[in-house]
């Protein structure tokens, strides 16, 4: 993977949203999350919103397998902590010292849910959205293009410092450096792995300054795209309407 | 009267805290469309007249410097850097290093420069795909600049600066790190440049044979200063090459064994392969 | 100690297999340049011989070893690896300290690593730079000090992956007398190299790998004429080899001596 991110290419309805669009989706999806006060009214949304957005984009079946791949540890750990631990009246059945009870179910059972429903929301936006073009669309509405551009490129180089780091081990260890054993031995390894890395990444970072200047890049001006983010007054209005929705959402369970 | 399009006078600098002078006493004229070679041993500060010549000296490079240096007829360190920018231009060795980070396809690495400079959606549409037909990178319009090999970086990392079509190109060793067929599609673009535009480009390389088929006039820098200038066949058989640590080809080389072991006064000597057979075919 | 590659094949994955049943063998004090085109597996192969990578298949012995029961820290003993990158190895913050640093790994006494180091760094012309910090000096330099790295390992077998790259006539002369030097002293020198004038001149033995298959293994003198066999490898004959063939010679390799000689011989 070229790239450190779990965008899903695609070309549904979904995809050729607003990048800002669907990070309002997103926003309302968390809303509904942590608002409704009702847990049951959760997975109801899920269910009806949430998966079809998931549908519309093309993607039900990753999706889904994310989400089930996230959730999993949360659901784990939460039906048997708060079954046990959370006390209450209605006991399902007792083991040794420690009782399992309905309420503890009912708790768990909430907060799956909501957690479930808001890594849907996100992984809605990541799997559809290009990194690259969120922050195109965030430089339009103004946001410096220089912070644009250190989020996207740390995004590409992460993958490569793995290339370095593995060509620094081989080299050090081709000079008699053992890596395998104790802890003494992993620590001593440690000095010659980083330096390089660290003067190495210097030199790249000076010679990439270069590459940049002689692209234009510190030139001050209103910057344009070779790709069209495709935007529209009916999106605009939807966005804040999403939003606003999500912020009701959590000023009614907060009431 | 062609237009000198960089110009040094008297020119020295160092680098900040450093003490001592990477370039000195430089007397250079650059004209427009003309494809300069600089040839020199390692540490002569061949880089450093490349950054002198296009203005990444003073503006991105600071330390002392004396000397007149003008760029596109103005005083270079009088320009600011928003007015040079898209019109010059450097590669450097290493192709991993000059690509953005910023875009995601090598058909938007290109358009990059020419976002970054304001042009119109269409135009700059049009001058990327002119680009990438020109530098043969139109199949990897939709690949990741990443995936490519180093040749295939290097002709993007030329590409991305050519289309913004610079007054001035420096390419300091760019075939250094690739393997033959990389540095044969540098070579190729470069010829591609020089055909079919009036970029003025100085190519510092140590591939001698390949600047003695390239260059219009080659430089020598020694020490921070320059010993010599004129055209490639002259300089480059000259037998100082050899002490200052710059070499020359085998051919010129093989020749220059003969001529010293005869006793005839022989032809200049030659410095590419068929200058060299034309040579040595009268003795056998 | 001789190398002996037999049936060696690497996979990187199930998509990519690097090497296909090479067999080589490489005799004890043999001067040996691998040539091909990025991609063919010219550096998967070194590193299969220095123990940075194990055979899928086959087996890769030095001596009396199996590379794929030792680490590459032990193999260092006897494989010395020269990388094209300095650097990606340099740390120290002196010149003696980062040529000291191989032979501490390996060792050698107290006094044996200061012999070593010094006739490293001599045999480089780096002598009177010893205190200076390895990132002060300029690249081509930093590239030398990183042979001193390896050299101070006294390894009976080196390997040099593009030792030329970059580099200047002067510096290419240097690193040439220290092969020269090497095979005065018996080691068996291995080059990865794209530069074929460097190869013609310095080593007796060419193995041509092309998408990873031996395609060609013998004297530089007869495996540098092949024009249309290292064509399909898509590397280009040397100079003078070049030259020998405008001048209808059939059989040539070597330096401008050389040539003057066989010139001579005509």
Redesign the interface.
Known sequence: MAQLSLYRPGSSPLHKLNPLTKLAVMACCLGAAFGFPNPYWVVGFYLLFTLSLAAWGGMLKPFLVQNAKLILPFFLSLFIIQGFFYGGATVLFPLGPFSYTLEGVEVAFGFTVRILQAIAGMTLFIFSTRPDHLMLALQKHGFPHQAMYLVVTTMQIIPQFQNKALAILEAQQARGLETQGNLIVRLKALFPMVVPMILGSLIDIDERAIALESRAFSKPGPKTSLIEIPDSETQKILRWCLVAAGLLLVVWRAL | MTKTIAHLTDFSFSYAGSGTKAIQEINLAIKEGELIGVIGPSGAGKSTLGYALSGFIPHFFTGDLSGNQQLFGQETSQTPLSELAGRTGMVVQNPFNQISGARYTVREEVAFGLENLGTDRKLMDKRVNETLERFKLASLRDRSPYELSGGQQQRLALASILAMEPDLLILDEPTSQLDPAGAEEVFESVHTLTETSSTTVVLISHKLEWLAEVADRILVLVAGRIRGQGPPREILTQPDLEPWGIGSTQYTRAARLASSAADTSQPALPVTLDQAVGFFKPWI | MDINIQDLTHAYNSQVTALKGVNLRIPRGDCLAIIG???AGKTTLA?QI?G?LKPSQGVVNIGEHTTAEL???KI??F???A?Q?P?????ASKVVDEVR??PV??GYSSQEVTTFTEQALAAVGLEDQTEKHP?DL????RKLLSLA??LA?RTPIVIFDEPT????????QKIGAIIQQLKAQGRTVITIS?D??FCAAYFERVVVLRRGEVIADGPAAEVLMQVDLLATA???P???V??AL???WDHFAGT??D??QA?QN?
């Open positions: 085109e990025n991609g590193k220095n940075l680490s590459p820290a260092a003993r494989v010395g690896y990388f990158n650097d990606q190895q340099l740390f640093f191989g790994n390996l990132y300029h690249l081509a330099d790295a390896v390992m790259t970059g580099q200047d006539a002067l510096h290419i794209h074929l004038d898509a590397v280009k040397p100079q003078l070049r030259l405008g001048l209808g401008p001596e040539f003057m010139l005509k």
